[in-house]
């Protein structure tokens, strides 16, 4: 079936550093993908997604890239804030289902 | 944006007894309801999606009878466990859906449940 498998964290960075946290997944077909972010005492949010081949997500200064080839959608972000501390879930869904797939989610906590 | 709302947040209950977690859509309909569970480290996983006045549709896997599952509005989902054993001890979360589009789920808070 269906899975998304995404970097273990925690990942702590310091203030204005350069993040990526990988995701990889297995589809039978072609998936939409999406990163969604949870901060602390909240549900999960939709940060990004991308719908086809080449697509590129981008939002508050995070993008990813939906690589075919390498069936992955990493997220990265070039300047990381203090806000950006929270948790990190890439997921798919497959052929216009409503259905998603998560990966575990990673943890990031970026220091001042 | 919309707001989903849990309730409890956490919730201790015994073993052998059930317990009740509400989701509310607070300034939109929710025509579709997704309840998940996280275990530690875990991807959250599906549960059951319910549509508001139908019965529940179940992922395979998932007793219904055991986790209990009612939309009886537009604006109210619950999920009971009932019977609870410590295995079920887990992050329940919901999700809602105002539209047909997927990008249009908007998740609640959860709520921690611990079974002693």
């Known amino acids: 079936g269906d899975s998304v498998t995404q970097m273990e964290g925690p990942v702590t960075l310091s203030e204005e550093a350069f993040l990526t946290i990988n995701c990889t997944y297995t589809a039978t077909g072609y998936p939409s993908l999406f990163w969604y972010v949870q901060y602390p005492g909240e549900g999960l949010q939709l940060l990004l997604k991308a719908t086809k081949a080449d697509d590129k997500g981008s939002n508050k200064g995070f993008e990813a890239t939906y690589r075919k080839e390498t069936t992955s959608f990493h997220l990265e972000k070039g300047s990381v804030q203090v806000s950006d501390s929270a948790v990190y879930f890439c997921a798919l869904s497959e052929g216009g289902s409503e259905k998603l797939v998560f990966g575990k989610g990673t943890k990031l906590t970026v220091n001042p | 944006g919309a707001v989903v709302s849990q309730h409890p947040s956490r919730v201790i209950c015994k073993s052998g007894t059930s317990v009740k977690i509400e989701c509310r859509s607070l300034d939109f309909q929710a025509t579709t309801m997704f309840w998940y569970r996280q275990f530690p480290k875990q991807s959250l996983m599906l549960m059951a999606t319910?549509?508001?006045?139908?019965?529940?549709?179940?992922e395979q896997g998932v007793e219904k009878d055991k986790f209990l599952i009612n939309h009886a509005s537009l604006t109210l989902s619950t999920l009971t466990v009932t019977s609870a054993h410590p295995e079920d001890s887990s992050f329940y979360i919901c999700?809602?859906?105002?539209?047909?589009?997927?990008?249009?789920?908007?998740f609640g808070p959860g709520t921690r449940l611990t079974v002693t």
């Open positions: 999700s809602a859906r105002a539209g047909t589009g997927i990008y249009e789920q908007y």
């Open positions: 319910s549509n508001e006045g139908s019965k529940a549709t179940y």
